[in-house]
């Protein structure tokens, strides 16, 4: 494919349809491009080739490693509307609400934070003429693999501060979505010396081959809890360090008397934020029998107004489903929780009139633990509502799970708020929010939610290789 000034992003990344895999709209299913098929042999090329490049990378020195990302930042403002429609046909978010124009923003957030945020050599013990000191240097190689959700934002939370320490990175984008970040990598890469940054767009083999591979010194990963075990068993073999980021069933804890009409807005954004494809979404929330059924008709008015549709229609804030096998796991645990006896109270049905993936939004009350819907992660727009009465019990339930990426607890005393949050098993528990990251502050899981923590300088040192120098 031949790059002119002119050319579009999606241009440049598009492979011939004889060559490539083809990638539907989410919205509409018309297809939008080809994305290159990469394979074991080009993930091989592509680590050889980093590796090559890297110690100039590290060598070029903190200040002008930032003063690149600034300029890759400043890059990305540039091609903002555009990394932004593509995002929005190719993941299904709109454009408008926090979605897509969003996301891409964030992306640029993120990168400048990398860019400013130092890492300082720590002095670990002194004692006369005795000190050590504890330096952070490159690792080398980072392997990147994402998800489909928000494809270009943590693709950068993976790739900025891995190129901030100076390391070279391979990334490894989902397959439903591997046009977002191949576009995102090009912008990146008008400003990066060649083969510091490659995008390796592969199905899962080459995913577990990234995972295994001996020249790959760390493995940023986030995904599924799954994929995550199996990326923990090739690290056996190439002992890559590495960042998991996994699969989440986030509980709320909705105080007795809170005052609904006060949060009502930030419960449903924390459920139904990307059409409820997010790591840390509220998954399941629990919520005390004096609010409850105020909490259930909040909740379900407004996710009967808030509009849904296809993403380039300005005005839209919820969109479809990004895939097939996603729609079928919602539509199973809605189907499944009615036929258990639970309240559809909103949604609770496909909406075809809008496109083949789209799944209204949806409140499900009356439901108890043990149904697949409060128990498994559903990653869609739908959120189960379970009362209960006695605090201590709240909690016990919301521990009960495997999981522990997020948590929140909504309440009109924040002092009570953080007593309880002190107690729910999570690695982070917001106040009267849910979801809300910061790129000073770290993120990262408990339990089966992975471990490690992205963001600030905790994300610095997780793509370092910590040294000692003592005299
Ligand atoms: P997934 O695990 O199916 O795929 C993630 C990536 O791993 C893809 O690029 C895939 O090709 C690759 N992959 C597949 N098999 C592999 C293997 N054996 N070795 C190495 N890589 C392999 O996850 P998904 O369906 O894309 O994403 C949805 C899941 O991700 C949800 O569970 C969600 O909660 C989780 N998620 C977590 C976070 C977080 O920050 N904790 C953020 C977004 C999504």
């Known amino acids: 494919m031949t790059t002119t000034e002119s050319t579009t992003l999606l241009d440049r990344v598009t492979v011939a349809p004889e060559?490539?895999?083809?990638?539907?709209?989410?919205?509409?299913?018309?297809?939008?491009?080809?994305?290159?098929?990469?394979?074991?042999?080009?993930?091989?090329?592509?680590?050889?080739?980093a590796r090559a490049a890297q110690p100039a990378w590290a060598a070029l020195g903190h200040e002008e490693r930032s003063r690149i990302l600034h300029a890759i930042a400043d890059e990305i403002e540039a091609n903002a509307e555009e990394l932004a429609v593509l995002l929005s046909r190719e993941q299904g978010k709109?454009?408008?609400?926090?979605?897509?124009?969003?996301?891409?923003?964030?992306?640029?957030?993120?990168?400048?934070?990398a860019a400013d945020t130092a890492i300082e050599t720590e002095v670990v013990f002194e004692d006369g003429p005795a000190r050590s000191e504890l330096h952070y240097e490159a690792l080398g190689v980072v392997g990147a693999i994402g998800p489909w959700n928000w494809p270009m934002m943590i693709t950068v939370w993976q790739i900025a501060p891995a190129l901030r320490m100076g390391n070279a990175v391979v990334v490894k984008p989902s397959e439903y979505t591997p046009l977002s970040v191949l576009a995102l990598a090009s912008v990146f890469n008008r400003h990066l010396p060649a083969d510091v940054l490659t995008v390796v767009s592969g199905d899962r083999e080459v995913g577990a081959a990234i995972a295994a591979h001996?020249?790959?010194?760390?493995?940023?990963?986030?995904?599924?809890?799954?994929?995550?075990?199996?990326?923990?068993?090739?690290?056996?073999?190439?002992?890559?360090?590495?960042?998991?980021?996994?699969?989440?069933?986030?509980?709320?804890?909705?105080?007795?008397?809170?005052?609904?009409?006060?949060?009502?807005?930030?419960?449903?954004?924390?459920?139904?934020?990307?059409?409820?494809?997010?790591?840390?979404?509220?998954?399941?929330?629990y919520v005390h029998e004096s609010v409850y059924d105020e909490v259930v008709d909040a909740l379900a008015e407004l996710a009967r107004v808030i509009p849904m549709g296809?993403?380039?229609e300005e005005g839209n804030v919820l969109g479809p489903l990004q895939n097939e096998q996603q729609f079928g796991i919602v539509a199973r645990l809605v189907d499944d929780a009615r036929s258990r006896g639970a309240r559809v109270v909103s949604g609770g049905e496909p909406a075809p009139e809008l496109g083949p993936l789209f799944y209204r939004a949806t409140v499900v009350a009356?439901?108890?633990?043990?149904?697949?819907?409060?128990?498994?992660?559903?990653?869609?727009?739908?959120?189960?509502?379970?009362?209960?009465?006695?605090?201590?019990?709240?909690?016990?339930?919301?521990?009960a799970s495997s999981q522990g990426l997020g948590a929140s607890v909504w309440s009109n005393d924040?002092?009570?708020?953080?007593?309880?949050?002190?107690?729910?098993?999570?690695?982070?528990?917001?106040i009267n929010q849910h979801g809300a990251v910061n790129p000073n502050v770290p993120f990262g899981g408990t339990k089966a939610s992975g471990y490690g923590h992205e963001f600030g300088v905790h994300g610095l040192k997780a793509v370092s290789s910590p040294k000692v120098i003592s005299r």
């Open 19 to 49: 060559t490539g895999r083809p990638i539907p709209d989410a919205a509409t299913r018309e297809i939008i491009g080809h994305a290159p098929v990469h394979t074991v042999t080009d993930l091989d090329a592509a680590v050889a080739a």
């Open 94 to 113: 709109p454009l408008d609400g926090p979605n897509a124009r969003f996301e891409v923003g964030a992306s640029a957030a993120w990168v400048r934070n």
């Open 214 to 285: 001996p020249g790959v010194d760390k493995i940023m990963f986030t995904g599924s809890t799954a994929t995550g075990r199996r990326i923990v068993e090739s690290s056996a073999n190439n002992l890559a360090r590495l960042t998991l980021e996994l699969g989440g069933n986030d509980p709320g804890i909705v105080l007795p008397d809170t005052d609904v009409s006060a949060i009502a807005e930030n419960l449903f954004w924390g459920a139904f934020i990307n059409t409820g494809q997010t790591c840390a979404a509220l998954k399941r929330l």
């Open 310 to 312: 296809r993403g380039l």
């Open 366 to 399: 009356d439901i108890e633990d043990g149904a697949a819907l409060v128990d498994e992660e559903q990653f869609g727009p739908v959120i189960p509502v379970v009362k209960y009465t006695d605090v201590d019990d709240a909690i016990a339930r919301a521990n």
């Open 414 to 430: 924040p002092e009570a708020a953080v007593e309880v949050a002190r107690r729910v098993q999570a690695g982070t528990v917001w």
